[in-house]
Each structure stands twice: as C-alpha cells, then as structure tokens.
C-alpha cells in the first residue's frame, strides 16, 4: 500500500475483553514501531520489530499487552482482559532501515476506549 | 530516563504571525525529532537535529538546537490555517538507538484566520 495503514480505527471494548490491533507496515520496510498516546500526553514507546524478530518490548506496560510480527510483514498487537487505563491512541510505525526521523511513516493510529 | 518538556502547552495565533515552540531535555539530546499530528491522526515528520547549534528549515518552519544539545526551538514565520496542529518534540533516548523515541507532551497550535 502507499502507507501505513491501521485497523480498526475505533475500537470499543467493555473492561476484561480481549482486543487485537493490526498493523499494515509499508511493504519493504524491514523496522516496525508499536506506540501508545494516551490523551493530552505523547507517543510512549511500546515495543520494536526488526523483520520478525521482537527487538525490544520493554515498553509494554504489563503481560496483557503481546505483539507479533510473524512473517516480517503485517503486525498484531493485542492486548488481554482490557482496563479502562488502556484507553489510548495506538500507533504504528514502519522504515525502511532501524531509524526513526526521515525514514519512519506512522499510520493513522487505533483509537481504543475501554467502557 | 529522559524527559522532554515542551512549552507552551497551547497556543493560538492569529494567522500570519511569528511563533516558537520550546522542547527542553533533562539530559543531552542525541537526536532531535520535530513531528506534527492533527488530531486523530498519525505523526508527520517535520526535522531532525542532531549537532549542537544546528539548524534546519523547511518552507516556513525553522528547528534549532542549542549547543549544549539540550533545548531546541521550532519556529514558525507567517503562520497560515495550515500550520495548525500538534506539534510533538521527540528525543533519541540515547546511545544512538534511533528507535525508540521519548516524546514531550506536545503543544496545540491553533491558527485564527
């Protein structure tokens, strides 16, 4: 595709539902970026992908959250039994090398509202 | 860890005039990222500034860092409608990752035509 593209949007859960998030990275790019922004706040670093290998993951917040990148291409971040503090702006971003800043595109985000 | 404060918080303008955006480090900065994000959407990468006192610019917007690399300044000359936003300062969190990005509260731009 032409960018980043995320899906759903809007996600609604109810407090203790399981969600998953996709993310559809530019096709070629070898770097993934999960990210969460929480309301008023800025982006907070979730995990990283290098093709498929999960490089770093020290910014998810607790065991609920897990994402995977299976085959270097789409990824999924879900999170388990849902809580209101995970309502937050998921963002996804994809580059072509291991950088941010010039070469990172973001996707347009999933809005999550946990009810 | 770091941390990056931005100021203002807000601000509205009326269009056609100069404003700046603060983004401050608590350490020294590696690499300095300006993005842009209107709400509800992702974010668009404006610059980034890495050598203490450099300074880029892109039609209308100049980002500076300072030379002790720990506070950049995002200027914005003749504002239009079009420049409204968020504006996000994102900072390297060092060792020269480039990765992972810690990012300031940002500040809302509001444009008056």
């Known amino acids: 595709g032409a960018g980043v593209s995320q899906s759903p949007r809007y996600k609604v859960a109810k407090r203790g539902q399981d969600v998953a998030l996709r993310c559809d990275p530019i096709s070629g790019h070898v770097s993934l970026f999960w990210y969460q922004q929480a309301l008023g706040q800025g982006p907070e670093f979730l995990t990283y992908?290098?093709?498929?290998?999960?490089?770093?993951k020290s910014g998810l917040p607790s065991d609920r959250f897990f994402a995977e990148r299976p085959e270097g291409s789409v990824s999924t971040l879900k999170i388990q039994r849902t809580q209101q503090e995970d309502s937050a702006v998921y963002l996804c971003a994809s580059s072509l090398g291991r950088r941010m800043g010039t070469e990172a595109f973001f996707g347009q985000g999933t809005r999550l509202t946990v009810v | 860890s770091q941390e990056l404060e931005q100021s203002p918080q807000s601000l509205i303008v009326q269009e056609g005039k100069n404003l700046t955006i603060n983004c401050t480090s608590s350490k020294t900065l590696y690499g300095l990222y300006w993005y842009k994000q209107k709400y509800g959407e992702g974010l668009i990468f404006l610059m980034m500034l890495q050598k203490g006192g450099e300074e880029k610019s892109h039609e209308k917007i100049t980002a500076k860092l300072d030379e002790k690399k720990q506070q950049s300044s995002l200027h914005i000359t003749a504002s239009q409608p079009s420049h409204a936003g968020i504006y996000l300062c994102g900072a390297d969190t060092g060792g020269g990752s480039n990765y992972k990005l810690t990012f300031g509260k940002g500040t809302l731009l509001t444009v008056n035509p």
């Open positions: 992908f290098q093709n498929e290998a999960q490089l770093d």
